[in-house]
């Protein structure tokens, strides 16, 4: 199979790719590694800065009609022990964010692209040939051959493209999160329904996933001592003792449904190549703070649609090397405003959690 651009990686930002060149009559196959594991809801926000992005890429009814509701505003308490209700009312033109149902959402975006979507569930190998054409050889019980002349690395924080690309990525922080689905409750002192607030060892957030379920989810350092406990959801109401208002949320843990993993922020050392492309959490990710990853997915999918348009049809030779220095400039400017924010919050300045924001 010959196609202009092969595409590895099926989450938002390789799928919001796939609808864009299909748009713009780009020839490109999706390679979809078919994983047997359920989805665990994470319950991601969209901001209201989020929603002319989509509402320009004609893709904000997909996101609205798909997600769990509307967003109007969130509380937070980080950096002294007073509530801060933050409310949209103010944001123009858009007034409310949205809290996501991803699953849905990309089940409706694949079935737009699904006869350019190949499924595999073992191995691919990359060949890259002298003329600059790229070979992917993805391994079912056979092996499918793709050629392409763009590849493209969507596939999250694994970066399977880089790795056997062998391009290393820089990484600044060790944050993990730890997030369970609990019976939802709603707590009688706080009218928005997503709250965060900052402790001892990390923070936390709890938001309303649905009508029955709130999501809450830990963030704390690897290698952090409350790590152990977290690792079994009976024994958060304890790490969270101290907290105002976390603690309360977690009446019912007995059958919680419960998932870790890597939160940290990181970028890869090069975004673009000569004929290949990182988008999303593979090019750069952000801590969930920022509420700012799935935007950075659907942004980055925009951007390299029009790279590669520039690329393929006007010899825009520019074009990646711009992307890759937009890439690392956004994020140069996001860890500026991360570490601003995490050093808000001065009550544990000597925490080993805390510590490391003001060294
Ligand atoms: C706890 C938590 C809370 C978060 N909260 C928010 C929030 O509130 N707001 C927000 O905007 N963002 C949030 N995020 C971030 C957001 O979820 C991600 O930034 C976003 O989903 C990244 O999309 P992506 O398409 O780049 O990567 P992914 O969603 O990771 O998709 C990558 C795809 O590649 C596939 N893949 C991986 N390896 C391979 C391989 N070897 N071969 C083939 N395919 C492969 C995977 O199966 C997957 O389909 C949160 C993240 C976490 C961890």
Same mark, same amino acid.
């Given at each position: ?15 919001? @790719?796939?609808?864009?060149? $299909? ?74 964010? @949205? ?8 089940? $409706? ?130 790490? @969270? ?93 996001? @860890? ?6 995490? $050093? ?16």
């Amino acid at each position: 199979m010959k196609k202009d651009v092969i595409i590895i990686g099926n989450g938002i930002a390789g799928v919001t @790719l796939a609808v864009l060149l $299909q748009r713009k009559g780009i020839p490109f196959v999706l390679l979809h590694r078919k994983v047997e594991k359920e989805a665990f809801a994470l319950g991601e926000t969209l901001p209201p800065t989020a929603m002319p992005l989509l509402n320009e890429l004609q893709l904000l009814s997909v996101f609205e009609e798909n997600a769990y509701r509307k967003t109007y505003g969130y509380h937070s308490m980080w950096g002294s022990s007073r509530v801060t209700d933050i409310n949209f009312f103010h944001h123009n033109p858009y007034k409310n964010g @949205l809290k996501i149902n991803k699953q849905q959402t990309l089940q $409706q975006l694949r079935e737009i692209i699904k006869e350019n979507m190949i499924s595999y569930h073992k191995e691919f190998d990359i060949i890259q040939e002298a003329h600059g054409n790229t070979v992917v050889l993805a391994k079912n019980e056979g092996v499918k051959i793709v050629q392409g002349k763009i590849l493209i690395d969507a596939t999250g924080r694994n970066r399977a493209i880089l790795q056997k690309l062998n391009v290393k990525s820089n990484v600044h922080d060790e944050l993990v999160a730890l997030s369970c689905h609990i019976p939802k409750i709603k707590h009688p002192k706080l009218t928005h329904e997503v709250y965060v607030e900052s402790f001892k060892e990390g923070w936390g957030i709890v938001s309303a996933l649905n009508e029955i379920e709130n999501i809450c989810t830990i963030f704390t350092h690897k290698g952090n001592e409350i790590l152990s406990k977290l690792k079994d959801v009976s024994q958060w109401k304890i790490v @969270l003792s101290e907290t105002m208002y976390l603690k309360d949320f977690l009446q019912e843990t007995n059958q919680a449904k419960f998932k870790g993993g890597n939160a940290n922020s990181s970028v890869a050392a090069q975004i673009a190549g000569s004929n290949w492309l990182v988008l999303g959490d593979a090019a750069m990710s952000f801590d969930p703070l920022s509420s700012h990853g799935i935007t950075n997915a659907i942004y980055t999918a925009a951007k390299a649609s029009e790279a590669i348009v520039k690329k393929l049809n006007f010899a825009d030779t520019e074009a990646f090397p711009e992307y890759d220095s937009t890439m690392k400039t956004i994020f140069q400017q996001y @860890l500026q405003s991360k570490n601003n924010l995490y $050093q808000q919050e001065t009550r544990w300045k000597d925490a080993t959690f805390w510590k490391q924001f003001f060294m």
